[in-house]
DNA sequence: CTACTTGCAAATGCTTTGCAGGAGA
DNA sequence: TCTCCTGCAAAGCATTTGCAAGTAG
């Protein structure tokens, strides 16, 4: 999933990102990058707390939030209002997400070269007329995931 | 913006929808109603506070909720985490959303029907390997708008 | 040493809910 | 007259923060 060689490599950039804004690149903060690094899809604060239960609700909290400063995480909003983190496309393939309306999972789908470069002229033809500088762009798909359809 | 022909079919719709869920359309979800049909953007809360402020809060949150569940209205989600609401699709063109991430401003976008076609294609290549049933999508364009590039 | 981190508990702030009086049909 | 709606105040709950002890460099 890592556009990087090694874990060795992600955590070195991580910990340069951190540097720019002051902070320190320590083990809780280690350990949730480790967790989102090895997840295929976003995790929300439940889900983090499940999987490091050494780390308190506040300084997981934290920790997301100075990532997130750094620029090393992404912040989503999925159907549900619980908000969810994955790296920042820096760090990963450019994806996009679905978004089961009924459990509330989202699941990463990577997209062809082709199917990428017809959605960069698409937005290009949204934003030209209105003055917008994109930056980026997120396509969900809405629906019922495979294990919701019974 | 509607696709109705005036303000009265509009109400009428709404109030079918209400009524299959045993709810009445009463002056203050009218009220709601008529503000996000006025609107060509989405409008969080705090929005309808200012322009509703006979409405208290907690019967605004109401309003939204059961308009919501009745189908009328859309929820969604911006950069900043503010719930935003507009009027569901079958009351509007289907459309996009540019997310200025300086001012969290949200500018709605009309596709051409060439355009949806080609996202109506893509959504598929995306999901069918998934066995995800997609029932709508939305492409999101992040990035600045035209006021905050100064 | 000096500055950043962390854990705990308390506080915040958005959103939801109980309840009692009011209104629609 | 039965059911739904509304306003107020209180409760809930995810998230944030103050503070003091801990740790990195």
Redesign the interface.
Known sequence: MQTFDSVEDLHEFVEVLLRRIDQRYTAGRRAVVELLASSDHPLSISDIEIRTPTIPRSSAYRHLSDLHRAGVLRRI?ASD?F?RFELAEDFLHHH?H?L??SCGRV?D?T??AS?ER??AR??H???DE?????????????????SC?N
Chains 1, 2 share one sequence.
Request: aromatic share 6%.
């Open positions: 909003t209002e908000a996009h679905l089961c309306s699941i789908v997209p062809t199917f017809t959605v698409m937005v033809e949204l934003t209105q003055g917008f500088l994109a930056t980026s762009h997120a396509l969900d798909v809405i629906g019922h995931c495979a359809q």
